[in-house]
């Protein structure tokens, strides 16, 4: 596989009045040190990929930066005795890819190999970017879901920002599963597609927003998938059934939980924290297996939309204002 001399990738730099990112051409020696170097086919677009566009400092501390959390693609070279050879399909999410070190929205990368995973049989480029590091997440809030013992028998599950990465992969996997998903959204004109992918029942996000002091709400919740945080997580919390559980992996609602302890002494409440980027291998192994075998979402082309390098801006906008939804798949080369 011959690496050209320069290639695409979306750069974010420093400017007088601000911050710019746009298509630039780079070359193999521009990429930061590692051991395996790989031709990406497809990236993803995430509300972090977003921010670090806008030069947050807590995504992207250093310019100039390459965004991109998650990849997909093949091996081009990797160190002699290494789990991986050239030609191999393979897959990157999280760890520090796009946030703090360079990222996936770039022809090549070259990483640490312990970053790298073998595409799982069963999936595709295509369709492991179409998971990225939302669906990865969304596995884990189902797992912690189903590892504490609520079945769908016990009541309904339900999801905030129903029409985002994780929300939208969450609502997919929790119906396959033969929960009953109650989808929380603000996008009314979303609701066909929201039952699609399998939801029962959708509800304004005043359901799950609750301003008054009370410790306890009317219970309503077996099980929840938060992606919003602040005022949110702290209604769902206190309007959980007993043992109900929650997965936490949001805050763009709020980073503040005013709660008080009486929904986990007296109701048993489970508030489950999902970290991504720094997940253990083996577990990280363990939700890669579920996403492309018995967790496979049926959904997978209707969860995504593909779109070239160059409309990258024009769709961080779209997600910064509000108006996107599912999943972007970002077409870097042919598969």
């Known amino acids: 596989m011959t ?6 990738c979306i750069m974010i730099r420093r400017a007088d009045d601000g911050v710019t990112f746009g298509v630039e051409q780079i070359t193999v020696d521009d990429l930061p040190p590692g051991e395996v170097l790989i031709q990406v086919a497809c990236s993803s677009l995430n509300y972090k ?39 191999e399909p393979v897959l990157i999410t999280g760890y520090e890819l796009g946030a703090p070190k360079w990222g996936g929205l770039c022809e090549y990368v070259r990483v640490p190999a312990e970053w790298v995973v073998s595409l799982p049989g069963g999936l595709s480029l295509e369709e492991a970017m179409t998971y990225g590091t939302a669906g990865f997440t969304a596995a884990q ?13 016990d009541g309904d599950v339900v999801v905030t920002g129903a029409t985002g990465g994780v929300g939208s992969v969450a609502v997919a996997i929790l119906a396959k599963l033969g929960y009953r998903v109650v989808a929380v959204t603000g996008k009314p004109d979303q609701a066909e597609w929201l039952k699609r992918l399998g939801a029962t029942e959708l509800v304004g996000r005043e359901t799950v927003s609750d301003a008054s002091d009370k410790p306890l709400l009317r219970e309503r919740w077996a099980a929840a ?38 929904p986990f002494i007296l109701r048993g409440v489970t ?14 192994m363990e939700m890669w297996a579920k996403l492309s075998g018995q967790w496979k979402v049926d959904q997978l082309a209707e969860l995504r ?26 077409r870097l080369t042919e598969g």
């Open 225 to 262: 998938v938060d992606t919003v945080g602040g005022a949110t997580l702290a209604t769902l919390v206190r309007s959980m059934k007993h043992r109900g559980v929650i997965a936490a992996c949001g805050l763009v609602g709020g980073d503040q939980l005013p709660l008080t302890v009486y």
């Open 49 to 87: 990929d977003a921010l670090a566009c806008q030069g947050h400092p807590g995504v992207a501390p250093n310019l100039p930066h390459v965004p991109g959390i998650d990849c997909a693609g093949h091996v081009v070279t990797a160190p002699p005795g290494s789990d991986f050879l050239p030609g």
């Open 305 to 330: 939309r593909e779109i070239p390098l160059d409309a990258v801006p024009a769709e961080v906008a779209n997600m910064l204002a509000g108006k996107s939804h599912g999943r972007v798949v970002v």
């Open 141 to 153: 809030c189902v797992t912690a879901i189903v590892d504490r013992g609520i079945a769908p028998a």
């Open 271 to 284: 508030l489950a924290g999902i970290d991504s980027a720094k997940c253990p291998r083996a577990p990280r």
């Open 3 to 8: 690496t050209p001399v320069a290639f695409p």
